[in-house]
């Protein structure tokens, strides 16, 4: 269950809507919803109507389901995960709170990873309280190119009177492409170095070093920072970005999957998968040994790791460094999809996720024996990875449709494209067809999928334009 539904009321206004056609028109009063945000509801709040619920209806397994809103899986959603915990044997696939808390800041993450002493380490990351250490590390580490330098506005927000909470912990997440920077303007030769001052509202984000030492000084030297002012430096990573996907119960390591984002289809969850042949499989599943072995005892939930590969070109070739770069908790919308894209894949998820619940639970059912509940050798082995599968990933059917067959065909009758390339669209939107998985479809149970394109999306694109 997404724990938002328990605790979001829709709120509802009539709007008058006019249509006109053949001149005649039509107006007509209709209740929609209004997709406002209500006010935030209290966490206890939330975990007292969460363990209400479980109470009520007595599941045997609870699979928390983050929003894809930072902001929904604060506070407030581990709590309800905590206080269900804590007042029921139910069994939880879910990190506890401190767990969650280490996995998503950006600095708790960083120093868990350089702890493993593995050769995947995670991008450089400082709170410098002064210019000196922010020249002593541009200096100390001149194998980073590009350091990027923000003010800790969280830690600045925060006073001995108002601590950061996890709500506010979660925000934090790792900025790949330095478009969205302030780079302050550098000298050239026919102007003299003017000294860039950020102003002390400002919460924009610098890129260092600058083309000349000069540059770089003046800088700094219009920077406003303190120990109770401190700014973050950030190694800033570029290359192609993959993601894992993890099963993880009780620190094993159950289920594994890396995939490559697809970038065919804009505004999808488009991924594809790195067949264990590749020479990358191998690194990434070892990390994820690593990273599940040294968690907590007893961590069992959905994990998502990001990964940069960033290249740079040597005397004898091209060196590739891995850098792990954050982590999420809890199931993404496609790490479901892609953990299950092959049946041996899905009843092996299930065998494990079995295995949490608890012994009073499975006394409950006497009709089963105690065999029927127990873990069947699940899939993943160091020396024997899971065979590769005939599927290359996991796509969405009607975006997949529309740009690769509608507007490509609607081009073409407006002269606007050629035949070849509505031919080659038309190619790839057959292989997602034939070759890729669709993220939500099963025909077992078809209607997820069904309810997500012909009621919610409908819906939330109606209001949207009738906002």
């Known amino acids: 269950m997404n724990l938002p539904r328990l605790y979001r009321k829709l709120q509802w206004k009539k709007r008058r809507i006019a249509l006109a056609l053949l001149g005649i028109t039509i107006k007509f009063d209709i209740g929609l919803p209004l997709l406002a945000r209500p006010k935030p509801a209290r966490s206890m709040e939330v975990a007292q109507e969460t363990l209400a619920v479980i109470q009520r209806e007595k599941p045997n397994l609870w699979v928390p389901c983050p929003s894809s809103n930072p902001m929904e899986n604060g506070l407030a959603f581990q709590q309800a995960i905590e206080t269900v915990r804590a007042h029921s044997s139910i069994g939880i696939l879910q990190t506890d709170i401190d767990t969650a808390e280490m996995l998503t800041d950006e600095s708790a993450f960083t120093e868990y990873v350089e702890q493993l002493e593995i050769d995947i380490r995670a991008p450089a990351y400082h709170v410098v309280t002064s ?247 699940v899939v993943l082995s160091s020396s024997l990875p899971r065979p590769p599968t005939m599927l290359r990933g996991v796509y969405s059917f009607f975006p997949a449709l529309l740009t690769l067959v509608v507007l490509p065909l609607s081009r073409i009758t407006t002269s606007d494209g050629s035949v070849l390339a509505f031919l080659e669209d038309l190619l790839l939107f057959c292989e997602k067809a034939l070759l890729w998985k669709e993220e939500l479809f099963d025909f077992r149970d078809p209607w997820p999928w069904w309810y997500e394109w012909n009621m919610r999306r409908p819906l939330a694109l109606l209001v949207e334009l009738l906002s």
């Open 131 to 377: 210019r000196d250490g922010i020249h002593k590390l541009l200096a100390a580490n001149h194998n980073i190119a590009k350091w990027e330098l923000e003010e800790d506005t969280e830690a600045t927000a925060a006073t001995p009177t108002k601590k950061l909470d996890f709500e506010d912990l979660v925000k934090r997440r790792y900025t790949w492409s330095p478009q969205d920077t302030m780079t302050p303007p550098e000298s050239n030769k026919n102007s003299p170095t003017q000294a860039v001052h950020l102003h002390p509202q400002t919460s924009g984000k610098v890129i260092l070093p600058l083309s000349s030492t000069n540059a770089t000084y003046q800088c700094i030297a219009g920077i406003s920072i303190s120990p109770d002012r401190p700014w973050i430096m950030r190694e800033i990573i570029s290359g192609q970005k993959i993601t894992t996907h993890l099963l993880v119960i009780k620190n094993e390591l159950q289920a594994f999957v890396a995939s490559l984002p697809n970038t065919t289809i804009a505004v999808t969850e488009e991924a594809e998968i790195i067949p264990t042949t590749s020479s990358l499989y191998r690194p990434l599943f070892s990390f994820a040994e690593a990273f599940t072995n040294s968690l907590p005892e007893d961590t069992s939930s959905f994990l998502s790791i990001d990964f940069v590969i960033s290249g740079r070109v040597t005397s004898v070739g091209t060196c590739n460094t891995i850098f792990a770069t954050g982590c999420f908790v809890g199931p993404r919308e496609s790490s479901v999809a892609l953990l299950t894209i092959s049946k041996a894949g899905s009843a092996n998820i299930a065998n494990a996720i079995a295995t949490l619940v608890s012994p009073d639970h499975r006394d409950a059912h006497s009709e089963s024996s105690d065999d029927s509940w127990k873990h069947k050798a």
